[in-house]
């Protein structure tokens, strides 16, 4: 899939997408902060106060090897993965910012993460979930009504394009249920095609506070509807909370 489906599926095995797809170097673009250096994931648990949290305390809220039992966590390779796709659907452009990584309104520090269950290591269909968190110091409730507005006017799908590349197409948007996690969570899924074939997308976006933290699984071989198990997210907005 072009431009926004290849980003999403290279992101969800740990592969970063710049923009038109390019890869960057070095883990240390898994966390990008518009105020602060980043900094390196820790089992101290933030607590997310009045004011939006920076890159270094997004990087130690995030979920860590152990917060999850048979879980592993570890940051994306790669450099800050963004892509630069864009619908001529206006009304679907909340879809295409997650998808790019950077959700609307924009954050002012991104956290990157990988979520792999351990216990099933060499199974062609083990879990993995990417995680985005990011710090909102203003509009971080305007994240999820946008996102639902969006599911009502895009369910009949919308197509992207970026750079030089032939435009990507999601022929179905449908909200599915969510944990009741955080302030406040929405689940969604987006039906992809590549070369003619379904991909499933699932997403997950929970609020906490001035946190919005995204979850998104791909099945790339298209058999079945992905499962963002809701233990990571309970999790993590425990530990945002505490």
């Given at each position: 899939?072009?431009?926004?489906?290849?980003?999403?599926?290279?992101?969800?095995?740990?592969?970063?997408?710049?923009?038109g797809?390019?890869?960057?170097?070095?883990?240390e673009?898994?966390?990008?902060?518009?105020?602060?250096?980043?900094?390196?994931?820790?089992?101290?648990?933030?607590?997310?106060?009045?004011?939006?949290?920076?890159?270094?305390?997004?990087?130690?809220?995030?979920?860590?090897?152990?917060?999850?039992?048979?879980?592993?966590?570890?940051?994306?390779?790669?450099?800050?993965?963004?892509?630069?796709?864009?619908?001529?659907?206006?009304?679907?452009?909340?879809?295409?910012?997650?998808?790019?990584?950077?959700p609307?309104?924009?954050?002012?520090?991104?956290?990157?993460?990988?979520?792999?269950?351990?216990?099933?290591?060499?199974?062609?269909?083990?879990?993995?979930?990417?995680?985005?968190?990011?710090?909102?110091?203003?509009?971080?409730?305007?994240?999820?009504?946008?996102?639902?507005?969006?599911?009502?006017?895009?369910?009949?799908?919308?197509?992207?394009?970026?750079?030089?590349?032939?435009?990507?197409?999601?022929?179905?948007?449908?909200?599915?249920?969510?944990?009741?996690v955080?302030?406040?969570a929405?689940?969604?899924?987006?039906?992809?095609?590549?070369?003619?074939?379904?991909?499933?997308?699932?997403?997950?976006?929970?609020?906490?506070?001035?946190?919005?933290?995204?979850?998104?699984?791909?099945?790339?071989?298209?058999?079945?509807?992905?499962?963002?198990?809701?233990?990571?997210?309970?999790?993590?907005?425990?530990k945002?909370?505490?």
């Amino acid at each position: 899939m072009a431009t926004a489906g290849v980003c999403l599926i290279a992101f969800a095995a740990a592969a970063a997408c710049g923009p038109g797809g390019a890869s960057g170097q070095g883990a240390e673009g898994s966390v990008r902060d518009t105020s602060a250096a980043p900094g390196a994931s820790g089992t101290a648990q933030v607590k997310a106060a009045a004011g939006a949290l920076s890159g270094d305390q997004l990087a130690r809220a995030a979920l860590v090897t152990g917060d999850v039992k048979d879980f592993s966590a570890e940051p994306l390779e790669g450099g800050t993965p963004t892509g630069s796709s864009r619908t001529a659907k206006a009304e679907c452009m909340p879809f295409v910012a997650v998808i790019n990584g950077t959700p609307e309104p924009a954050p002012s520090a991104t956290v990157y993460r990988r979520l792999v269950k351990a216990s099933e290591d060499g199974q062609a269909d083990q879990t993995v979930v990417t995680e985005v968190l990011g710090a909102h110091p203003s509009g971080a409730t305007d994240v999820l009504p946008r996102l639902r507005t969006a599911i009502d006017a895009c369910a009949d799908g919308f197509k992207t394009k970026g750079g030089d590349l032939e435009p990507s197409e999601f022929t179905e948007v449908k909200e599915v249920p969510a944990p009741k996690v955080g302030d406040e969570a929405l689940a969604y899924e987006l039906m992809g095609t590549a070369q003619g074939d379904p991909v499933p997308m699932v997403f997950l976006v929970v609020r906490s506070g001035t946190t919005v933290v995204t979850y998104y699984a791909v099945d790339v071989s298209g058999d079945d509807t992905p499962r963002i198990p809701s233990e990571l997210a309970v999790a993590q907005a425990a530990k945002l909370k505490s």
